[in-house]
């Protein structure tokens, strides 16, 4: 599970990443094509989550990869002697160009994109496993946008195990205080990362009170050891474990919640299957296609403008093919 998930990652090419595909393939149907890097300097270097849904994103929308080379997250981390995502923590990638009539807008495409990004040109996705996963996600999110309960999530990973026939639960979190006892005691067999996960702690705080030197990325501005030396292999550990359950708890408002949903789907449908959703906040399908970040306010947003995808969702979801 999370041992070989962090074998997977480590195992990756470890030349000096800068975010950009120049292999070449056998024939034009199959040839890869680079990118232009796009300028990443320090200050636009945001969470880990957004970091990488950013890159997502630029593969899906733009067919750029941005350089991250200068991102303190991949030079706080010490398990790689390179700088960057691409190449370094992620295999090398080989884009495709997307055929004329791909909707680049749709979440299958941003699911795939999310696929080709993790998994490289020719990688496989790891095996799909009878379980749920569950991101709660605190620290700073409780001082800028609220949390959930414990009963919340459990409520619903129960409810998912059940109708999943799942054997057991993921648990996702930054969250050093979580009761993993109860947790297990409610749930059944619960796995998760052994982390520090005090790390991640913040003043208890309101809504908007939190002052932004706490957030994750600053704390490296200050300090490039704060997070420990594996804060970008346990991250995407917790990714590649979390991808193989058949549905997913979590918060629309968290980027690691909607890039393992993403991933998930992906690998579900090369299938022939869907993935579930159970967001604790309710939120729009443009979250979910991952390129926007800004769209965090109630569910009655997404219904302003019909032709823009801004579908709600709320609650439990089961995308169809067509979506």
């Not at 700073?140 to 919340?152: L, W």
């Amino acid at each position: 599970g999370v041992v070989a998930a962090k074998r997977r990652h480590r195992g990756a090419a470890t030349i000096e990443g800068r975010g950009v595909a120049t292999v070449k393939g056998t024939d034009d149907s199959d040839a890869c094509w680079a990118p232009r890097p796009i300028p990443y300097s320090k200050s636009r270097c945001n969470g880990l989550g957004t970091t990488i849904v950013g890159q997502v994103c630029n593969l899906a929308r733009r067919n750029l990869l941005a350089d991250l080379s200068e991102c303190r997250w991949f030079a706080a981390d010490r398990t790689k002697a390179c700088n960057g995502l691409v190449d370094c923590y992620l295999p090398p990638i080989c884009p495709r160009r997307p055929k004329p009539k791909t909707d680049r807008r749709s979440l299958a495409w941003h699911a795939r994109s999310a696929r080709r990004l993790f998994d490289g040109r020719n990688g496989r996705p790891p095996p799909e496993e009878p379980c749920v996963a569950v991101h709660v996600r605190r620290g700073d999110a409780c001082g800028t946008r609220g949390c959930f309960s414990d009963d919340a999530y459990l409520a619903a990973a129960t409810r998912l195990m059940r109708k999943t026939n799942a054997s057991y639960a993921y648990l996702m979190t930054d969250d050093a205080k979580l009761p993993f006892a109860a947790w297990r005691a409610a749930l059944g067999d619960v796995r998760y990362q052994s982390l520090n996960r005090s790390v991640f702690a913040t003043p208890a705080a309101g809504p908007d009170e939190l002052d932004h030197k706490w957030f994750p990325e600053h704390k490296l501005d200050r300090d490039i050891a704060s997070l420990g030396a594996s804060p970008v292999d346990d991250v995407l550990a917790d990714l590649t474990a979390a991808r193989r359950c058949r549905a997913i708890v979590g918060t629309m408002r968290a980027a690691l919640t909607r890039l393992a949903y993403a991933l998930m789907l992906a690998d579900r449908r090369a299938a022939g299957r869907s993935a579930g959703l159970v967001s604790l906040e309710p939120g729009c399908l443009d979250q979910i296609t991952l390129c926007a970040f800004q769209l965090d306010g109630p569910v009655h947003a997404c219904s302003r403008n019909a032709t823009s995808g801004r579908k709600a969702i709320a609650h439990e979801w089961w995308p169809g093919p067509g979506v």
